[in-house]
């Protein structure tokens, strides 16, 4: 479940009496260390504070390891993950997963259930039609029958046996919405169960940061969805994670229209009247899924999604160039920028 967020806000440590303080002071030894890798088909940064240099890469050489790890795990693209088992072998018999995976479709069951459908990994049945480098759609017909196969309520998670069976001929399921931020968590716990208390976590869009960045926060723009060099906002930030999904990201224009990655489930079609959602909550796991979900809702439906959650807020960028806050925001708004 989502819980209250004790997350900082904009630069501000928000603690349970509604008064802040100052984060505590690190011992001054020590130097920050930092790397970036292409792993998970996205671009991954580490940066952190360490005493020496040997603890520092130590640190980034574990957080490296794990996204491998999850990538091994939960990529469609290699034929002996768990995830391609579970998609070759799921409409046939009830497949046994791991403790891991299993709590993952758990949750993504309830992300689905929260935001009616808007967020459902079962959508891959549409989505693998699409290929965005050979700009390539799939037909109103092809659409039609791949919207067949998707439906989270089809979902069969046994909680005795601990495995999945797909109710449906056809479906399938991508963690291309949940994973990043998972891996976001994981690493961060890794780091903090090594004693790190500064750090930045990044894969792609989704975000985590540990403490401030000794003395000030740590800053993270939002990107304007039409310039690639551009920033609408900048957040300053601690203990927080944040995500960011835009239509910017992996798309090609057909007859006008920008066919994008983010994928209506209910429609199999990218939707049009946003163009990004940035989510800030106390996990990395909340934070993308409900960047994909309010992207697929839109502005109304998910802000009024967004206000129902404590310890949620959210930036959205509407196809107008328009920026909405949450009220958790409305008293301490990111600096923007033109």
Same mark, same amino acid.
């Given at each position: 479940?989502?819980?209250?967020?004790?997350?900082?806000?904009?630069?501000?440590?928000?603690?349970?009496?509604?008064?802040?303080?100052?984060?505590?002071?690190?011992?001054?030894?020590?130097?920050?260390?930092?790397?970036?890798?292409?792993?998970?088909?996205?671009?991954?940064?580490?940066?952190?504070?360490?005493?020496?240099?040997?603890?520092?890469?130590?640190?980034?050489?574990?957080?490296?390891?794990?996204?491998?790890?999850?990538?091994?795990?939960?990529?469609?693209?290699?034929?002996?993950?768990?995830?391609?088992?579970?998609?070759?072998?799921?409409?046939?018999?009830?497949?046994?997963?791991?403790?891991?995976?299993?709590?993952?479709?758990?949750?993504?069951?309830?992300?689905?259930?929260?935001?009616?459908?808007?967020?459902?990994?079962?959508?891959?049945?549409?989505?693998?039609?699409?290929?965005?480098?050979?700009?390539?759609?799939?037909?109103?017909?092809?659409?039609?029958?791949?919207?067949?196969?998707?439906?989270?309520?089809?979902?069969?998670?046994?909680?005795?046996?601990?495995? #999945?069976?797909?109710?449906?001929?056809?479906?399938?399921?991508?963690?291309?919405?949940?994973? &990043?931020?998972?891996?976001?968590?994981?690493?961060?716990?890794?780091?903090?169960?090594?004693?790190?208390?500064?750090?930045?976590?990044?894969?792609?869009?989704?975000?985590?940061?540990?403490?401030?960045?000794?003395?000030?926060?740590?800053?993270?723009?939002?990107?304007?969805?039409?310039?690639?060099?551009?920033?609408?906002?900048?957040?300053?930030?601690?203990?927080?994670?944040?995500?960011?999904?835009?239509?910017?990201?992996?798309?090609?224009?057909?007859?006008?229209?920008?066919?994008?990655?983010?994928?209506?489930?209910?429609?199999?079609?990218?939707?049009?009247?946003?163009?990004?959602?940035?989510?800030?909550?106390?996990?990395?796991?909340?934070?993308?899924?409900?960047? &994909?979900?309010?992207?697929?809702?839109?502005?109304?439906?998910?802000?009024?999604?967004?206000?129902?959650?404590?310890?949620?807020?959210?930036?959205?960028?509407?196809?107008?160039?328009? #920026?909405?806050?949450?009220?958790?925001?409305?008293?301490?708004?990111?600096?923007?920028?033109?």
């Amino acid at each position: 479940m989502i819980g209250t967020a004790k997350a900082t806000r904009f630069g501000m440590r928000v603690y349970g009496n509604g008064r802040s303080r100052p984060a505590a002071a690190s011992p001054a030894h020590g130097d920050w260390f930092s790397r970036e890798e292409a792993i998970m088909g996205t671009a991954i940064k580490v940066e952190l504070w360490a005493a020496d240099r040997e603890e520092g890469e130590s640190a980034i050489d574990a957080v490296m390891a794990e996204m491998h790890r999850i990538d091994a795990a939960m990529s469609p693209h290699k034929a002996d993950s768990e995830l391609s088992r579970i998609n070759r072998d799921a409409a046939s018999k009830a497949v046994p997963l791991s403790d891991e995976m299993y709590r993952l479709v758990e949750r993504s069951i309830e992300f689905s259930n929260l935001s009616a459908g808007a967020f459902d990994i079962t959508y891959a049945s549409v989505g693998q039609l699409y290929d965005y480098r050979a700009g390539v759609a799939p037909s109103d017909d092809e659409i039609a029958v791949a919207r067949q196969s998707i439906g989270y309520r089809q979902l069969q998670l046994d909680p005795r046996e601990r495995s #999945l069976r797909f109710g449906r001929e056809g479906m399938r399921i991508d963690l291309g919405g949940f994973a &990043k931020g998972h891996v976001v968590d994981t690493s961060t716990a890794i780091l903090k169960s090594r004693g790190i208390r500064h750090a930045f976590v990044s894969a792609g869009g989704d975000s985590r940061v540990i403490g401030d960045r000794r003395g000030r926060p740590w800053t993270i723009g939002i990107r304007d969805p039409r310039r690639e060099d551009g920033v609408v906002a900048v957040l300053p930030l601690e203990d927080v994670a944040i995500s960011t999904s835009g239509d910017y990201e992996r798309f090609f224009e057909k007859n006008g229209v920008r066919c994008h990655h983010l994928i209506d489930p209910r429609t199999g079609r990218s939707p049009a009247s946003v163009h990004s959602v940035t989510i800030l909550a106390e996990d990395g796991l909340t934070t993308e899924a409900l960047s &994909k979900s309010v992207f697929v809702l839109g502005v109304t439906q998910g802000m009024q999604l967004v206000e129902s959650l404590p310890g949620v807020d959210a930036v959205v960028i509407d196809a107008a160039g328009q #920026l909405h806050y949450s009220t958790g925001l409305q008293g301490a708004r990111p600096q923007t920028r033109q």
